[in-house]
């Protein structure tokens, strides 16, 4: 007598729901609260602060300048967001004192577009959408947390898996399965609801697990693609080409020459050279034809902050196969490649994975007569 495959994956589903159902369920509706991440954190914190003004470009150069003077004590590079918001210019300064020996907590600041004021600081964690961010990436436990969160990823996607084979129709038997019995008693309704929304979300749900373990577990995920799909291409630029010498370019500059190295490009993001002599270049981030990511693209393009040369360009579009693959992770996971329709999409499925979670358990416990 073969092995019933069917009666086993139930078998999984069950005590994998039971196990990891939760932290799947909290890892996804933290996501469906990031769909919308600036939007939110834009709504609970910058309208109280932002002055009515007038629509003006970004002043990254003045904003460079209030910042040094600002913050003293960040000699540090800087980090500009280059955005379509005419009224901010958001920036960033990694490893603070302030947050010394957290993984990830950079200071955040937000400046007038004529870059002349700070409307508000903060550190990344200790707001809102960050702190839900950290969970959802993280569970906040640091760098264990990712690894965790990637292998509960792992068995998430199976969880998934198995509930699809557990349900998968015999021959002659899909109108059966796909049918709706609204006669049926408690435990017979609770199962047909799970059943008809976890259809209903199975695709989203696998894309968003399997993007989810890779953006996790890079390196894992790279030791994977490579046989198959080549090297994966990182930038060759040594800092060490760079002059040694208190930078003259400007962040407007260093952009303008970035825009003519990738023509066409759009520029996402500014990082400056320090002030303290040991990083004396720009690194100018943007998006050409064909990357699918516009806040965080894959273009780099590096310039010697004293004579403006460049110094290395490193081209999406030229990238090979395995970058491309991982390129795509975190604008199809977080869903901003996608038309509103599709982040709408995102986050009602997040919620359903919630739905699903409470069927399952209900379901379960009316047949175990816990209730």
């Not at 729901?17 to 939007?39: C, D, Q, R």
């Amino acid at each position: 007598m073969g092995i019933n495959w069917r009666k086993v994956h139930r078998r999984i589903h069950l005590w994998l729901g039971l196990s990891v159902g939760i932290l799947f369920t909290v890892i996804a509706l933290s996501g469906a609260i990031l769909v919308f991440y600036n939007e939110l954190d834009s709504a609970l914190n910058l309208p109280a602060t932002q002055p009515q003004q007038a629509a003006v470009s970004p002043d990254y150069d003045t904003a460079l300048k209030t910042l040094r003077t600002a913050y003293p004590d960040k000699t540090r590079s800087w980090r500009f967001e280059v955005t379509n918001d005419a009224g901010v210019i958001p920036a960033r300064y990694y490893n603070p004192k302030e947050t010394a020996g957290e993984d990830f907590a950079p200071m955040m600041v937000w400046l007038t577009a004529d870059g002349t004021t700070v409307l508000r600081r903060d550190f990344w964690g200790q707001y809102f959408v960050t702190w839900i961010y950290n969970l959802h990436f993280r569970l906040l436990l640091g760098k264990t947390g990712g690894i965790i969160v990637g292998y509960l990823g792992l068995a998430c996607t199976y969880l998934l898996i198995s509930g699809l084979i557990a349900w998968w129709p015999k021959r002659g038997q899909w109108a059966r399965q796909l049918r709706f019995k609204r006669k049926a008693n408690k435990i017979g309704l609770l199962y047909d609801w799970h059943k008809t929304l976890g259809l209903i979300s199975a695709v989203p749900l696998l894309l968003l697990c399997v993007t989810g373990v890779m953006l996790a577990l890079p390196e894992e995920s790279r030791f994977v693609l490579e046989p198959v799909f080549g090297q994966s291409q990182f930038a060759k630029f040594a800092p060490e080409n760079a002059t040694s010498a208190p930078h003259v370019i400007s962040p407007a500059q260093a952009l303008a020459i970035a825009k003519q190295a990738l023509p066409d490009s759009k520029g996402a993001w500014i990082e400056t050279p320090d002030d303290e002599g040991s990083r004396a270049h720009y690194r100018i981030r943007l998006q050409v034809s064909g990357d699918p990511s516009r806040r965080f693209p894959h273009s780099y393009v590096y310039i010697d902050g004293v004579s403006g040369k460049l110094l290395e360009v490193f081209d999406y579009q030229q990238q090979g196969a395995t970058n491309t693959i991982m390129n795509w992770l975190h604008p199809l996971h977080d869903g901003t490649y996608f038309t509103l329709a599709g982040r709408i999409l995102w986050l009602l499925t997040g919620v359903l994975t919630l739905a699903l979670f409470v069927l399952g358990i209900w379901r379960w416990m009316l047949r175990a007569r816990y209730i």
